[in-house]
């Protein structure tokens, strides 16, 4: 895929990256009013450290994907998304690499996440980078019924 592309967060795509991830969230019946706090704030998660990476396609924003800091050993993914049309293609695997990519280089020693039970493809991929099932004791949503960590180190 010549055209694709993989950018930095910029507040000209805070209505895409609003759209792509509310999309998934209410077609698995998994939103809840805690993400309204990203999808709404994108720029205040990267002025505490986030970062959040878009795919791009003729510039078409078609992934989005928040890797947020946790402390100095770990960050989380949050938001990771693919629009339909587009799955399939590894533009997910991509968006994830990034963020490992970008965590090894930091010494960032634990990626977290946490998921659904409903997000099978999604969980396919965790498990094929490496991500591996750990206890749920404390989740940031109610929908969560998965929690996956992967060790850097």
Known sequence: MKDLEFIKYQDQYQKEFKSINLHWLKKFDLYEKADDLLLDNPSLFIKNGAHIFLARINNEIVGTICLNPL???????????????????????????????????????????????????????????????????????????????????
């Open 71 to 153: 402390n100095k050993n770990s960050s989380e993914i949050l938001k990771f998304a693919v629009i339909d049309g587009y799955k399939g293609l590894g533009i997910g695997y991509k968006l994830m690499q990034i963020c490992i990519d970008l965590c090894k280089q930091n010494n960032v020693e634990t990626i977290v996440l946490e998921s659904s039970t409903k997000l099978e493809k999604a969980l396919s991929l965790y498990e094929k980078l490496g991500f591996k099932h750990v206890e749920i004791k404390d989740t940031h949503f109610v929908t969560a019924d998965i929690k996956m960590e992967l060790k850097l180190r």
